[in-house]
Nanobody, 133 residues
Framework: QLQLVESGGGSVQAGGSLRLSCAVSGYTYGSYCMGWFRQAPGKEREGVASVETDDDSTYYADSVKGRFTLSRDNAKNTLYLQMNSLKPGDTAMYYC??????????????????????????WGQGTQVTVSS
């Protein structure tokens, strides 16, 4: 079992930055995929960034490449998402999620249009990010 708690959301103007945090507790051993997802009103949940914990292979959605950076602090069991050059289109509820027993390809797929959020069995409650123009 894993418990995930996000924080760090807020309201910023376009061009601003935010850093989201996801505190992970529970059974954190072994290799698994962790990801950041977002969902805007009326839209489907989409993967933003993901990482394979065994080798730190990190993947990004095309829409955020060069602007968002996923990182981990293993000592603190915390996942971060640094978001720079924010755009109004980034406005959404952001979720942290984890998936055990997931293939490397599926971790990569989670940030692409064919990804399956349902592969992730553990979710946080979400943190709202609002970007104004």
């Amino acid at each position: 079992q894993l418990q995930l708690v996000e924080s760090g959301g807020g309201s910023v103007q376009a061009g601003g930055s935010l850093r989201l945090s996801c505190a992970v507790s529970g059974y954190t051993y072994g290799s698994y995929c962790m990801g950041w997802f977002r969902q805007a009103p009326g839209k489907e949940r989409e993967g933003v960034a993901s990482v394979e914990t065994d080798d730190d292979s990190t993947y990004y959605a095309d829409s955020v490449k060069g602007r968002f950076t996923l990182s981990r602090d293993n000592a603190k069991n915390t996942l971060y998402l640094q978001m720079n050059s924010l755009k109004p289109g980034d406005t959404a509820m952001y979720y942290c999620a984890a998936a055990f027993a997931i293939r490397s390809y599926d971790c990569y797929s989670s940030v692409n249009s064919w990804g399956r959020p349902d592969d992730f069995g553990y979710w946080g409650q979400g943190t709202q990010v609002t970007v104004s123009s």
